[in-house]
């Protein structure tokens, strides 16, 4: 007969947490107040009549630091026959800062803590550090007498986009109408190293072109590469998907036009880029620090264009799957402005769930809900709401002007790119024709 045992590993809450020094074996003293939760794994002991400790299940530390293989291999010396198996069963998610310490992320920054916390006041060290990422930096780095002093910077405006423009272009053969003004305009959001790049591509393309000068046109199509990925021509695609993907991006496009409160629009192309296989550009024509509500609602609908565009033509029964990314930014942005922005009359000027702050600490959760099962409801109702009223609109607008879109879809399949201005002509063209109809 099996001797079997099963047991439940809780985990803990720790209320506090405080490294206040080094042993000299390299562990850490701690002092800490925790709290048991009925969250827990499961561990399942089985008594083996062999000498072998045999670790099984959910785990994903190695088995010379698993605390309970090594007590078993302690209690062999009472009984040096014998051996067990231990089965894991997790519900405590693994990373997540709650696995006892065996997180590398938790292990890094307590030493970095103990570290920090170990100089003399009299040493005259500076700690200086740089991160992305200020969003996942755990509270305890950051408090007086660590990183206690927190500079921002932001993304360039467009003064700072020309500045670091003319320090890439320094030793580089600019034609003479090249304008780094206006293409700082024309890259919004762009970092100084996407700058860089931006520049190296042009020269690639110029070199590619056997031209001894980098042109604009070199800067426009190395934009469109660092902001949407390489072109893909060699991709081989269906006349069928060509024409819904036409179809699909001029949605976007005409309603960039019709809407009142979108960006400009840049560029329409069917040219498969990267992971898409068509792409609607649009620049804003200066940097956004806020947006309005009726941008926003505008963004969605615009957004939704694609999709619409698909439904109008070839019915609800044969929508493809190209507008995933599509739906998935819109139901960001609804969602955003429900729970962050105040933007629901139903839900008021308040924000719901709280983005958690610890991810370097291995945490999982990226937000902590701060309310009711009833509010969530109600906050999922208002998200559809938003999307459906707002496809709604996007149907009526291009059901108002199908004829532009099948014009200008069937011009886009043979040209494959239209910029802005062609793209208002064949809209002008349209026009036009409607009014000596």
Same mark, same amino acid.
């Given at each position: #007969?099996?001797?079997?045992?099963?047991?439940?590993?809780?985990?803990?809450?720790?209320?506090?947490?405080?490294?206040?020094?080094?042993?000299?074996?390299?562990?850490?003293?701690?002092?800490?107040?925790?709290?048991?939760?009925?969250?827990?794994?499961?561990?399942?002991?089985?008594?083996?009549?062999?000498?072998?400790?045999?670790?099984?299940?959910?785990?994903?530390?190695?088995?010379?630091?698993?605390?309970?293989?090594? /007590?078993?291999?302690?209690?062999?010396?009472?009984?040096?026959?014998?051996?067990?198996?231990?089965? &894991?069963?997790?519900?405590?998610?693994?990373? @997540?800062?709650?696995?006892?310490?065996?997180?590398?992320?938790?292990?890094?920054?307590?030493?970095?803590?103990?570290?920090?916390?170990?100089?003399? %006041?009299?040493?005259?060290?500076?700690?200086?550090?740089?991160?992305?990422?200020?969003?996942?930096?755990?509270?305890?780095?950051?408090?007086?007498?660590?990183?206690?002093?927190?500079?921002?910077?932001?993304?360039?405006?467009?003064?700072?986009?020309?500045q670091i423009l003319n320090v890439h272009a320094k030793n580089k053969p600019l034609d003479k109408e090249v304008e780094l003004k206006l293409l700082a305009?024309?890259?919004?959001?762009?970092?100084? /190293?996407?700058?860089?790049?931006?520049?190296?591509?042009?020269?690639?393309?110029?070199?590619?072109?056997?031209?001894?000068?980098?042109?604009?046109?070199?800067?426009?199509?190395?934009?469109?590469? &660092?902001?949407?990925?390489?072109?893909?021509?060699?991709?081989?695609?269906?006349?069928?998907?060509?024409?819904?993907?036409?179809?699909?991006? &001029?949605?976007?496009?005409?309603?960039?036009?019709?809407?009142?409160?979108?960006?400009?629009?840049?560029? &329409?192309?069917?040219?498969?880029?990267?992971?898409?296989?068509?792409?609607?550009?649009?620049?804003?024509?200066?940097?956004?620090?806020?947006?309005?509500?009726?941008?926003?609602?505008?963004?969605?609908?615009?957004?939704?264009?694609?999709?619409?565009?698909?439904?109008?033509?070839?019915?609800?029964?044969?929508?493809?799957?190209?507008?995933?990314?599509?739906?998935?930014?819109?139901?960001? #942005?609804?969602?955003?402005?429900?729970?962050?922005?105040?933007?629901?009359?139903?839900?008021?000027?308040?924000?719901?769930?709280?983005?958690?702050?610890?991810?370097? #600490?291995?945490?999982?959760?990226?937000?902590?809900?701060?309310?009711? $099962?009833?509010?969530? @409801?109600?906050?999922?109702? $208002?998200?559809?709401?938003?999307?459906?009223?707002?496809?709604? #609109?996007?149907?009526?607008?291009?059901? $108002?002007?199908?004829?532009?879109? $099948?014009?200008?879809?069937?011009?886009?399949?043979?040209?494959?790119?239209?910029?802005?201005?062609?793209?208002?002509?064949?809209?002008?063209?349209?026009?036009?024709?409607? %009014?000596? @109809?």
């Open positions: #007969m099996k001797c079997c045992l099963n047991l439940p590993a809780p985990a803990k809450l720790n209320l506090f947490l405080h490294v206040i020094g080094r042993k000299p074996d390299g562990m850490h003293l701690l002092e800490s107040v925790f709290s048991m939760i009925d969250l827990c794994d499961y561990l399942d002991f089985e008594v083996l009549d062999e000498p072998k400790i045999i670790r099984e299940g959910d785990i994903s530390w190695a088995l010379g630091k698993d605390l309970c293989c090594r /007590a078993a291999k302690l209690m062999q010396q009472f009984a040096p026959h014998r051996g067990v198996r231990i089965t &894991v069963r997790k519900n405590i998610p693994d990373g @997540a800062g709650m696995g006892g310490g065996h997180d590398e992320r938790e292990q890094t920054l307590n030493q970095l803590l103990v570290e920090m916390d170990g100089f003399d %006041e009299n040493t005259n060290i500076i700690v200086i550090a740089a991160t992305n990422r200020p969003d996942i930096l755990d509270n305890a780095l950051l408090r007086p007498g660590r990183f206690d002093r927190q500079i921002v910077i932001n993304k360039p405006d467009i003064l700072g986009r020309e305009k024309r890259t919004p959001g762009f970092t100084g /190293a996407d700058l860089q790049n931006l520049l190296n591509e042009a020269a690639l393309l110029a070199a590619r072109y056997d031209q001894k000068t980098i042109t604009m046109a070199n800067l426009e199509e190395a934009i469109d590469k &660092v902001m949407a990925g390489p072109e893909k021509k060699s991709r081989i695609i269906s006349d069928e998907e060509k024409e819904n993907t036409a179809y699909h991006e &001029v949605g976007h496009a005409l309603l960039a036009k019709l809407l009142k409160n979108t960006d400009p629009l840049h560029k &329409v192309s069917i040219i498969p880029r990267g992971m898409a296989l068509g792409i609607t550009m649009t620049l804003p024509e200066k940097d956004h620090l806020t947006m309005k509500k009726s941008q926003l609602l505008d963004m969605i609908t615009m957004t939704l264009g694609g999709r619409v565009a698909e439904e109008i033509v070839y019915g609800k029964d044969s929508i493809t799957t190209g507008a995933s990314n599509d739906l998935e930014k819109v139901t960001s #942005m609804a969602r955003n402005m429900v729970t962050k922005y105040g933007m629901s009359e139903k839900m008021g000027n308040m924000a719901y769930g709280k983005d958690e702050q610890h991810i370097f #600490m291995g945490r999982d959760f990226g937000v902590r809900r701060d309310f009711s $099962e009833e509010i969530a @409801a109600e906050i999922d109702k $208002e998200v559809k709401k938003i999307v459906d009223e707002r496809y709604e #609109m996007a149907k009526t607008l291009l059901l $108002e002007n199908r004829d532009m879109l $099948e014009y200008i879809s069937k011009n886009l399949l043979d040209k494959e790119t239209l910029d802005e201005k062609e793209f208002v002509e064949l809209m002008e063209k349209v026009k036009s024709e409607r %009014e000596n @109809a």
